[in-house]
């Protein structure tokens, strides 16, 4: 892309305090228009604390709090970068979205409540609903859904009876599950028992290479954004 990019990496043992550290030194570095510290991080390290640390303007995940509300609001802002994607995929894909009722699955900060809110907003107009796993009847509410983003981390958990013909399913889960005939022992699974609800679909994205690629292009986007903010 004609980026310059570093990779910094720590041990699970490292302390927040020198994570924090590296994370106020990558602030201050003029040369650095944006970055993301990969999560989760280990269970001794607060995950709010380093989110909180980044400064705004480089916050290329979209994760601080400053740049989550303006994007309550409709104020221009990094946006978080899965649900950025998956409103790209949806925009791209000329995919109906005024009127009609979108379900998502899931309420994490980083994929279920932000893309709620932006499906919800003035130009995208879906009337959205979304469940968790305290939902009550969540079959009969997603069979319902003209669109279904699931991200609840629960491979599978979207099965076919549970999804109306012509229906869209975007599948935001990726979950390790054990593979011994790959190299790696394991491979990636999704929320959507792909398979069996891909014939009833209009559009669906598949695990791996679906929603994934598009996280990874607007983290680049909020990068950009940010140099010319700059």
């Not at 004609?2 to 490292?14: D, H, K, M, Y």
């Not at 997603?142 to 975007?170: E, Y």
């Not at 929320?191 to 598949?206: G, H, L, Q, R, W």
């Amino acid at each position: 892309m004609g980026f310059q990019s570093i990779l910094i990496r720590f041990p699970a043992e490292v302390s927040e305090k020198k994570l924090l550290e590296k994370i106020a030194e990558l602030n201050g570095d003029p040369d650095v228009d944006g970055f993301i510290v990969q999560l989760p991080l280990p269970d001794h390290i607060s995950e709010n604390k380093v989110i909180e640390a980044i400064d705004p303007a480089k916050d290329a995940d979209g994760f601080h709090p400053v740049n989550l509300g303006k994007m309550m609001i409709g104020l221009p802002c990094y946006l978080p970068a899965t649900p950025y994607g998956i409103i790209e995929l949806i925009k791209r894909y000329k995919i109906v979205t005024a009127g009609t009722f979108c379900v998502v699955i899931g309420r994490s900060n980083k994929v279920g409540r932000p893309v709620s809110i932006l499906l919800s907003q003035k130009g995208i107009d879906a009337i959205v609903t979304l469940v968790h796993s305290r939902t009550k009847n969540i079959e009969s509410i997603v069979r319902q859904a003209d669109i279904i983003v699931a991200a609840i981390g629960s491979p599978s958990f979207v099965t076919a009876d549970m999804v109306k013909d012509g229906a869209v399913a975007i599948d935001v889960g990726t979950t390790r599950v054990p593979a011994p005939e790959t190299k790696t022992g394991w491979k990636l699974a999704g929320d959507v028992d792909f398979e069996n609800v891909a014939p009833k679909c209009s559009f669906i994205t598949p695990v791996p290479g679906g929603v994934g690629p598009m996280t990874r292009v607007s983290l680049l986007l909020n990068t950009l954004i940010a140099v010319k903010q700059r």
